[in-house]
Structure formats: C-alpha cells, structure tokens
C-alpha cells in the first residue's frame, strides 16, 4: 500500500468541534487522492412525496461502499443528507466506481432514485489553482468524521453537477448486474423525538471574504445561543432510543441486501435477525459480546449531527426562542452579506446507521432532520 494511502490515519484528531477554526488542524490532501461526490437527483421532489427515508439511505450507502473496500486506508467522508462527499486514493477509485454503479442500478430498480455520482482529483484541481484541506474530528476512539476548507469542494460540486467548468469525470450507471457491498446498512430506530421542541436541519456557507472570521463568529454565536455547549442541543439521547418491531424501514432495508437467497428466505431470515436486535437493545439484553446498554452510548457518541464541508451542517434540538435566536443571527449576519443559509424545522430526527461492529465500537450514526432536513435546507439557501 502506498504511504499516501495512509495519510488520513495518520493525522491527528481533535475532539472539540470548536476547534474547526484552528487552521493547524487541516493538512493538504495528496494529489493521489479524489474527490468523490454522490447526491440524488431530484431529491427535493422525492422529499416532499415524503421519500425522505429512502434518500438518506440511499445517500448514506454511497459512504459504505467506500467504507466497505477500504481495507487499511481510513476513507475521510462526509454524509449530506441525499449524498456524500468522500476522498478515494487512486488504487481504490476504480473499485469504488464499479460499487457506486451497482448502487446507481440499486437506487433505480429498488427505490426509484436517481443517483449522482462523480470525482475529480486532487491533481486536476490543484491544476486549477484550486485547493482543499481536510481535518480529522473524533466522534469517540476509531469513530471520525472529515471536515474540510479550502474552495475545491464546492467547484467540484459544479463540475460533477452542471459541467461547469469541465473536468471531472461523471460516471453513468453500467448494466452490469453487480451488487454492491452494504453489509452494516441500516435504518431501524424510530424517528428521534425533540426534546426541547423543535429539531432545526442548518446550513450555512460563510462567502468568499473574511471566510475565517466568518465561520468563527458563526460558530461562536450558535454555541452562545445553545447554552455554551453544542451537547445540549444533540438531537440523540438515551430517553428517544426506541426500536420497534418490525420496523418501518425493514424492506427498504432488505432492498439493499445482495439476492443470495430466496426473497421470502430474506425477509424472514433480516425479520428474525432485527427482532433478536430489538428484543436486545429494548430490554438490555447481552447477546455475547454484544453489550447492548454500551452499544447505546456509543450510539449516542458516535451521532454525526455537525460537521463542515465549506457548509456548517449540524441537526440540532432547540427550544423555540433559541430556534428564533438562531434565526435571527444568522439573518443578520446574511443580511452583512457575510453567509448564505438555509433552515429546515421539524419536530424530530433521522437516523442511518453504519455499523461494522456494534460488540467494538466500530460504527457511525448519520443525522438528519425528519421530512427532508438538510434537502429542503438546502433548497432554501438556493432560494435565498
């Protein structure tokens, strides 16, 4: 394995997400790495028929395909909602395009979406005179997620969305009937309640000038605003865990398992199986080295619900005058022509789940606002 393959592994992590602005904590990114971006198509329209479900976890099985080839290499990535942003070194990108392609053909023949999918790399951005910086954040011990700055993401956006400018490489779906690896997929936790009365889906994009003081007040003033502390307003806690069974999402799940079996064998044998689970996680049950009462806290620990990709994305559990404060702030702040934002309010959250061992602390839990959260969000920063 190439050492550059290496190079998000062995960057040091931070635990404090206030620390976002210490410029120290980003690295260049190798030019043997790519940028990879997935997103659904139509995702708005499919949100408001109330597909939302099944968009972020369409969105959410593009990371684990990468995550599922990685091997040794750590895959720095972030979860959008309706798609991702990831880093693929070279040697794996080939694989992961013939992946993505299985989950292209998924996404169409089984939940009728269609998937976007393309990359550029480093090498051709830096070409471009652009650049891109990734930092590490520590979700709990071997559980991170990507953060990332520098102006290269969002022009590779638009290279892989509209052609504009030309240069990456847009990849359209194959015939080939291939399945792609999304062992650990899942989606079985009831909607997560609000606590305090409203979940808030923001996005906010500091403009070009004063980018770092931008996003350092941004940040300053939504942690004044939530009592000091981003924790008090994290949308997953112990008292809104609750599994049912069967859950709703039990057949959009076994739509993205490989067809090794019988269609009735699957659904019997992934009912079974998430029954155990429920019957485990619901009466705390160990199931060897399961540990169900652990797993939830680490469930809780490991909840992806802010993160940075020249966007601040956070799903939040606000009390309705800090939403108003929220929405005040930054109103003015777009009003300074300092940020363009988007607010999403709905009464509880959305959660994905990645899970490559749930005895070892090895999984990921993807946040988003119930109702299309960060899609509809989305879709009023661009018609702001």
Known sequence: MRNDNLFYKKLQSFKDFSQLTDNSRFIDIPDSWNVV???????????????????????????????????ESEIPFVFGGDGATMLIPDDLIQPLIQELQGLQRLAQSSFKLQLRVGYISMRDLRESALELQVAKYELSPGNYTA???GGA?????????NGIPAGATVI????????????????????LENRNGIILSILVKPTPEKNE?????VLAGLKNILNGDFLSARPVSLEKLFWRWPSRSI?????????KKSVVRQIIQTGLHSLVATLSLTFNIPLG?????????????????????????MVIDCSLEQTQAIEDFLQKLKDDKRIVFGIHKSTSALMTCMVKSASTNKH????DGADGGYTLAAAQMRNN
């Open 37 to 71: 971006i997935t997103d659904v198509k139509g995702s708005t329209q499919a949100v408001r028929e109330g597909r939302y479900k099944d968009v972020n976890l369409v969105g959410a099985a593009s990371i684990t395909c990468a995550l599922n080839i990685s091997n």
């Open 147 to 149: 953060q990332f700055k």
């Open 153 to 161: 993401l969002l022009v590779a956006e638009e290279m892989i969305k």
């Open 172 to 191: 359209e779906t194959s015939a080939d009937d291939f399945s792609p690896q999304l062992d650990g997929l899942s989606c079985r936790l009831t909607p």
């Open 213 to 217: 003081d931008t996003l350092i007040e």
């Open 251 to 259: 057949f959009s799940e076994i739509k993205t398992q490989k067809r």
């Open 289 to 313: 080295a399961f540990k169900p009462r652990a797993y939830k806290n680490e469930l809780i620990t490991n909840s992806d619900y802010k993160k940075f990709d020249e966007t601040l994305r």
């Open 364 to 367: 990921i839990h993807f946040i």
